[in-house]
């Protein structure tokens, strides 16, 4: 069977590269709308502004950012610059999206605002809002140390400053900031009242590797930190990296000589819904070989791809996926047969549910469905962990 069904992947992949090359339309000045206009919420009281210190997160550093001693041609890149002409270009032009990074801090302030900048104009999507893209992400540890939600940024322009969060109870806790999943970060700097107590937390090492395809990347989460890759971070509390990468997640060696470089926990391979049943028999192999020859007690987990929420309806596309399965099944199969240890398999019928509802346009996750995803990720990597 020869039919591709990869449209939406890479159509998703060439809106982006779009997007990022279009030049927003000049207004003047008297027309620029700011951005307390657009949401209220999110406009720095300016008196407060006045008395803030502003705390940049490059002092200290985000999670999710792989081998932070290489040299990058912009600080929150994903991949170093070396990367740029070893993987192919449009790997490289995505992994300068901040996808995955998520930057803690500890404070007592009552209030919270942020103050970056993101590297493309286009700040939401058809299918996936500013939130989602372009928006930075607060949870916090509630007094059981469990993480929970706290408030979103809704960008309305490529520079951001604005007060997150007012009105907070008293006391010190631990926070996390997603950074956006479909942008780049040029800057971002944490804004807290002068007087308050602040301490930025240095990034946790061993973290989750996920390499993936648009769906690793976030697409279509309503925020950064719905993605599953986030989610089961903060179930395990661990750190994680998001190495997806829209339209191209495709078991490239290129992108496993990075893999290899991390002093990963464990590996997740995900990238299914970005290859056809033939790629997968001839690199699935060979990726996992690479990984175990530089890591041979890391866990490696491999994910069939989802089925599209419509493939109920759309035989063509049912079969793919049952054949893409089967690829990947065959080839797991094939390297426990060879003696491959600490090998995991997670099936990809039921990773957006069975009622049709967890995606957004069939292929990407809503925020339903990567919930569903991180329930079925999360035991297998508890016992691969183990």
Known sequence: MTLRLTLPAVFFGLALTAG?????????????TPVSKLDPAMGANKAAAVNLNWHDVTEWGVE??????????????????????????????????????????KTDATSIHVHYKVMKPVLGLAHMPATGVSGVDLYARDS?????????????????????????????????????????TEFLKIGVAKGSKFEGLKPRQKPVVFYGTSITHGACASRPGMVHTGIIGRRL????????????????????????????????????????????????????????????????????????????ITPAKRQFHTENHAALKAAYETLLKEGVKGLSYIPGDALYGTDTEGATDASHANDLGFMRQADIFEPVLREALK
């Open 144 to 184: 059981d140390g469990k993480w929970k939600w706290v408030q979103v940024t809704r960008p309305g322009t490529q520079e951001v400053k604005a007060e997150i969060i007012k009105g907070l109870a008293p006391g010190e806790r631990e926070y996390a900031a997603y950074l956006p999943l479909y942008n780049g």
């Open 20 to 32: 990022a090359q279009q030049k927003a339309p000049a207004k003047p000045e008297s027309s620029q």
């Open 237 to 312: 509390d661990m750190p994680v990296v998001n190495l997806g990468f829209s339209g191209n997640g495709r078991m490239d060696k290129a992108v496993g000589d990075f893999l290899i470089q991390v002093d990963a926990a464990a590996y997740v391979i995900d990238c299914l819904p970005n290859m056809q049943p033939a790629d997968v028999s001839a690199k699935c192999v060979p990726l996992v070989k690479q990984l175990r020859a530089a890591k041979p007690q890391t866990p490696i987990v491999l994910v069939e791809d989802r089925r599209f929420t419509n493939d109920w």
């Open 64 to 105: 999710g950012r792989i081998l932070p001693d290489q040299e990058r041609k912009r600080w929150f890149d994903r991949l170093p610059a070396s990367a740029e002409g070893t993987v192919t270009p449009a790997v490289w032009s995505l992994s300068r999206d901040s996808a995955g990074m998520m930057v803690r801090f």
